[in-house]
């Protein structure tokens, strides 16, 4: 369960512009919950290759996260903070984004069972799996489905999507995707529950616990500017951004910010 920033921009921008510095500083703080790592990823232009850095510290005490945050890294990108599914080691090869090949992946959910999640991968890419997570397990299969889709990114997310929807249907699926070309962004959760037992552990009231965590906890908003589209998972209510619709999943085109909802997105 984690929190989930993506962007798609005209220019070069720090994710601490995307947000600006107020909305930032709220964004970091839901590390109060989400304290298990942290990551980002981006393209510094169009055409260049996908970079990352992630980090099993609480972002809000590693100064890394910061000093990433306040450059203009690219004009695409995601940040993603960890909160460690009970049971899932904090560490290196559990932290979010996953890479390959020009693509980075983090999930905001939790798929169960693991191991019938990694009974749906081929041997090649349950070979290819470093950590114990089911949402690099989540990363795997929608590679292999756009392998399998020869490259067609658009089918190949669209039928990981349904084999999830099928086999997992009240697991959380939101997620980013991003590719040499597209951000997907994924929000399928519609049979899900925000984990509220799990933050009354952390806090006193439901009234304490960070914006919409208790009652809308896997919902997700996006706005859209002359120049940018923005997308964003709850815990910042401010003006401007617009909640997604439930059970939806968009390509955003990284050339000409065009959104476009994938077809057929199947319902649980």
């Given at each position: 369960m984690c929190r989930l920033l993506g962007y798609v921009t005209t220019r070069p921008t720090s994710v601490v512009d995307v947000l600006g510095r107020d909305d930032f500083d709220t964004f970091t703080a839901?590390?109060?919950?989400?304290?298990?790592?942290?990551?980002?990823a981006w393209h510094r232009s169009l055409g260049d290759e996908t970079r990352a850095v992630s980090s099993a510290r609480n972002a809000s005490i590693d100064p890394e996260y910061e000093t990433l945050a306040e450059q203009a890294l690219g004009c695409c990108g995601l940040v993603h903070l960890r909160w460690a599914t009970g049971g899932l080691p904090v560490s290196p090869e559990n932290t979010h984004p996953f890479t390959d090949a020009g693509y980075a992946f983090a999930h905001n959910g939790h798929i169960a069972p693991i191991d019938h999640l990694e009974a749906q991968l081929s041997a090649a890419s349950r070979a290819k799996l470093v950590g114990d997570?089911?949402?690099?397990?989540?990363?795997?299969?929608?590679?292999?489905?756009?392998?399998?889709?020869?490259?067609?990114?658009?089918?190949?997310?669209?039928?990981?999507?349904?084999?999830?929807?099928r086999e997992f249907p009240n697991s959380s699926?939101?997620?980013?995707?991003?590719?040499?070309?597209?951000?997907?962004?994924?929000?399928?959760?519609?049979?899900?529950?925000?984990?509220?037992?799990?933050?009354?552990?952390?806090?006193?009231?439901?009234?304490?616990?960070?914006?919409?965590?208790?009652?809308?906890?896997?919902?997700?908003?996006?706005?859209?500017?002359?120049?940018?589209?923005?997308?964003?998972?709850?815990?910042?209510?401010?003006?401007?951004?617009?909640r997604?619709?439930?059970?939806?999943?968009?390509?955003?085109?990284?050339?000409?910010?065009?959104?476009?909802?994938?077809?057929?997105?199947p319902l649980p």
């Open positions: 839901l590390t109060e919950v989400h304290s298990d790592g942290w990551g980002m997570t089911d949402s690099e397990r989540y990363f795997r299969l929608i590679m292999q489905c756009i392998d399998e889709a020869a490259g067609d990114e658009a089918e190949g997310v669209t039928r990981a999507l349904e084999i999830l929807v699926l939101n997620a980013l995707l991003l590719t040499p070309s597209k951000l997907f962004a994924i929000h399928i959760n519609s049979r899900v529950d925000s984990p509220v037992e799990s933050l009354r552990e952390l806090f006193e009231s439901v009234e304490a616990m960070p914006a919409s965590h208790a009652t809308e906890y896997y919902a997700m908003d996006y706005r859209i500017t002359d120049d940018a589209v923005h997308v964003i998972s709850s815990g910042v209510d401010a003006d401007g951004w617009t997604i619709p439930e059970d939806t999943a968009v390509m955003i085109d990284l050339a000409t910010r065009e959104v476009t909802r994938l077809h057929p997105v």
